[in-house]
């Protein structure tokens, strides 16, 4: 153990160890929303007072198998090791020839390089395992968020119980300033939803964006939620801004949130204090 306190040592078992959760990372962003939509259509079945179908095939992370999309090759062990698999494979399904979508070597790549960021910033201890898992999540809602525009429950809720949790013993912030974080973080988007709604008649945003800001408030306190949400909406803007006059989003054509609250909440993780004095410094 008294090797893992060394932090070169620590960011390199960190940085292999994100490249394998990056793998299971690809899996929870692909599986989850459909254990999601085929939970919401059992339960309108029900309400319908329709039976459920008993023969169902069982979904969820661990089943069935991954997959070819293309020509259902099952894909084994060896075909599924984080990136090098992708690279020998060309990119392409080892059955059929098809395609393999880059993005699930780049999550991995993600993954790996900021869990060892990581582990290099906060070391050894409490902090650098919840900033871990803090991570880990925000990767999982940002591309689940990209691609259905959901911030499921599961993954926010645990989130927000777990950052009280961890700052009972005040590892990011004080008790009071978590428990303030939570409850501020939600209003503060809920309100914003509201003012929005009942001025346009529109959903500007998802109850998700409410509860993925308290789970950030909660981990990292009250004070660091006017950077977090100054940051998420200036990276929106632009982004928004952008893809309208290269004209690859229509718009009408709603943009999730979700990454920009992710990616705000990271920074302030990492750098939250100097951010917030340097941006007091220049008011």
């Known amino acids: 153990m008294s090797a893992l306190r060394d932090p070169l040592v620590f960011a390199a078992l960190c940085t292999l160890l994100g490249l394998f959760v990056g793998s299971f990372l690809n899996v929870v962003i692909h599986r989850l929303p459909v254990m999601m939509e085929r939970e ?45 698999s992708y690279l020998v494979l060309r990119g392409r399904c080892r059955h059929c020839s098809a395609p393999i979508g880059v993005r699930y070597p780049l999550v991995e790549i993600a993954c790996a390089a900021l869990s060892g960021f990581t582990a290099l910033h906060f070391g050894y201890g409490l902090a650098g395992a919840g900033a871990l898992i803090f991570l880990w999540a925000m990767i999982a809602l940002c591309f689940i968020d990209l691609d259905t525009q959901l911030l499921p429950d599961s993954i926010t809720l645990p989130l927000l119980w777990l950052g009280l949790l961890l700052n009972l013993d005040s590892t990011f912030t004080d008790l009071a300033g978590a428990v303030v974080g939570a409850a501020a973080g939600y209003l503060a988007l809920w309100s914003v939803f509201w003012l929005f709604k009942l001025t346009t008649g529109k959903e500007g945003m998802g109850y998700g964006d409410f509860k993925l800001l308290a789970a950030i408030g909660a981990w990292l306190g009250w004070q660091i939620l006017p950077l977090t949400i100054m940051l998420s909406s200036l990276v929106g803007a632009v982004v928004g801004v952008a893809l309208i006059v290269l004209r690859k989003h229509g718009r009408e054509i709603p943009i999730p949130f979700g990454p920009y609250l992710a990616a705000a909440g990271l920074l302030a993780l990492y750098w939250g204090k100097p951010l917030t004095e340097a941006y007091l410094g220049l008011l």
Do not use: K, M, Y
């Not at 969820?60 to 991954?66: E, G, K, L, W, Y």
């Open 40 to 84: 919401w259509q059992a339960e309108a079945a029900s309400l319908r007072g329709e039976e459920a179908d008993g023969e169902a095939q069982v979904f969820n992370i661990a089943t069935p198998r991954s997959r070819c999309p293309h020509c259902g090759h099952a894909i084994g062990a060896l075909e599924n090791i984080p990136v090098v």
